[in-house]
């Protein structure tokens, strides 16, 4: 079921809100729903790590840490 909302903002605010929406082809609606269902949503767990977020997956998931133990001792001898 939806809802309505007034909600008062100040007249720039809510320009540059409609501003932002028509240039990434959205709606001020969809822009508010999102935000609010982002307060409630589970974090994601990688959300504040980026370098780890770029390099996870680049490894087949068949490796395991032997692999990479064997690996090490290949690489600088064990």
Not at 19 to 38: F, H, K, M, V
Request: net charge negative; proline share 6%; hydrophobic share 35%.
């Amino acid at each position: 079921m939806d809802g309505k909302l007034t909600v008062w903002v100040p007249f720039t605010t809510l320009e540059n809100a409609r501003l932002y929406a028509r240039a990434n082809n959205t709606t001020l609606t969809a822009l508010i729903c999102g935000y609010l269902e982002g307060l409630t949503a589970e974090p994601e767990p990688l959300e504040n790590a980026p370098i780890v977020r770029q390099i996870t997956g680049l490894l087949s998931p068949d490796i395991s840490r032997d692999d990479y133990e064997g690996h090490l001792e290949k690489k600088y001898g064990g």
